[in-house]
């Protein structure tokens, strides 16, 4: 049973376009996190909802929305995507905003055409 | 501002070499230090932490200790596998502050 799922896993795109990747925890967690890897692997937060509530929020694009419906989801939702965004997209989640004790999805990688 | 240093990769070794891999931390107050490791295809996975200096961390033959004095928090493992094969990323985070600080990352490749 996975306990921080993604989907897709793979997504190649046009530039210009719009696409979301989903994430969901099983976990009971109370934050999730979006995090960015090019392509020498250095990892950048994104953004960090707590409880559903927007907690941090780095310098990305307008064009990057999360959204939390609940506190087991945080979707992410890119629009007129650029070449630039081609990335692995991690999710994660822990057990409060505080610890750094976080529990990875397999990510999600996007190639922008 | 926060931030951590790893130190540059690929690094490369035989099967049950001695491995370390330095990690420096800039910080004001007191950080929780944390080893992730990522196996090709994955995500991270935690693999050791430490919260507060002197403290040593462990995990699968792998150790690291919170040094306050010269701001390090190396990762080391007397006897390297294949297996071990991976990213080695050093993070920081502080208790009030919540955001988890990577360092770069270092690549490890153990050849049998």
């Known amino acids: 049973d996975t306990a921080v799922s993604q989907t897709p896993k793979y997504l190649v795109t046009q530039m210009g376009n719009d696409k979301s990747i989903k994430c969901e925890q099983n976990l009971g967690h109370d934050t999730m996190y979006w995090y960015k890897q090019d392509s020498k692997k250095f990892l950048k937060i994104m953004f960090s909802y707590n409880n559903k509530e927007l907690i941090i929020n780095e310098t990305v694009p307008n064009r990057f929305s999360p959204k939390s419906p609940d506190k087991a989801h945080l979707n992410l939702h890119i629009n007129s995507l650029e070449l630039g965004d081609s990335a692995v997209y991690f999710c994660?989640?822990?057990?409060?905003?505080?610890?750094?004790?976080?529990?990875f999805g397999e990510g999600s990688r996007l190639t922008v055409l | 501002g926060n931030s951590v240093t790893q130190m540059e990769g690929p690094v490369t070794l035989s099967e049950e070499a001695f491995l370390t891999i330095n990690c420096t931390y800039t910080a004001t107050g007191y950080p929780s230090l944390f080893w992730y490791v990522q196996y090709p295809g994955e995500g991270l996975q935690l693999l050791l932490k430490a919260t507060k200096a002197d403290d040593k961390g462990s995990n699968k033959g792998f150790e690291a200790t919170y040094r306050k004095e010269t701001t390090s928090f190396h990762l080391e493992k007397g006897s390297v596998q294949v297996s071990d094969s991976a990213v080695y990323f050093c993070a920081l985070v502080y208790n009030q502050g919540g955001k988890l600080i990577f360092g770069q990352g270092t690549e490890l490749s153990v050849k049998p």
């Open positions: 994660a989640s822990s057990h409060d905003s505080h610890t750094g004790e976080l529990f």
